[in-house]
C-alpha cells in the first residue's frame, strides 16, 4: 500500500503563489514517474503535471504550462508543486500520485484563488 500525503494548500488571492508539497511512503523503487492532478467541484481529476525519476524530464498540462513547476526528492521520496500566477480556475484539491496513477489518494490539499 502508497500512503501519499498533501500538503501546502491555502487560499490565495488571483495572481499569487503557493508551494505544495506531497511526501510518499511505500512506492517501490520501479516507480519512475511522480504527478500532481487536481480536482476541482463537480469536475472530474485531471492531471497537472508530472516528472521523471531523474527530473530531467517534466510535462504540464496546458493549462499550467509555465506558470506551475514539478519537483522531486528521490532522497526523502517527495514531490512539489510550485504554483505561481494563480488563477481562480486553478481551485481545486490537489492530489499527487504516480502516472500514470495507482488506486492509492491521499486527502490532497485545497488550493483556493479567489477572484
Known amino acids: 500500500q502508497v500512503q501519499l500525503v498533501e500538503s501546502g494548500g491555502g487560499l490565495v488571492q488571483t495572481g499569487g503563489s503557493l508551494r505544495l508539497s506531497c511526501a510518499a511512503s511505500?512506492?517501490?523503487?520501479?516507480?519512475?514517474?511522480l504527478a500532481w492532478f487536481r480536482q476541482a467541484p463537480g469536475k472530474e481529476r485531471e492531471f497537472v503535471a508530472h516528472?521523471?525519476?531523474?527530473?530531467?524530464?517534466?510535462y504540464y498540462a496546458d493549462s499550467v504550462k509555465g506558470r506551475f513547476t514539478i519537483s522531486r526528492d528521490n532522497a526523502k521520496n517527495t514531490v512539489s508543486l510550485q504554483m505561481n500566477s494563480l488563477k481562480p480556475e486553478d481551485t481545486a484539491v490537489y492530489y499527487c500520485?504516480?502516472?500514470?496513477?495507482?488506486?492509492?489518494w491521499g486527502q490532497g490539499t485545497q488550493v483556493t484563488v479567489s477572484s
Open positions: 511505500g512506492l517501490p523503487f520501479s516507480t519512475s514517474v
Open positions: 500520485n504516480t502516472n500514470p496513477p495507482r488506486p492509492n
Open positions: 516528472i521523471t525519476w531523474g527530473g530531467s524530464v517534466t
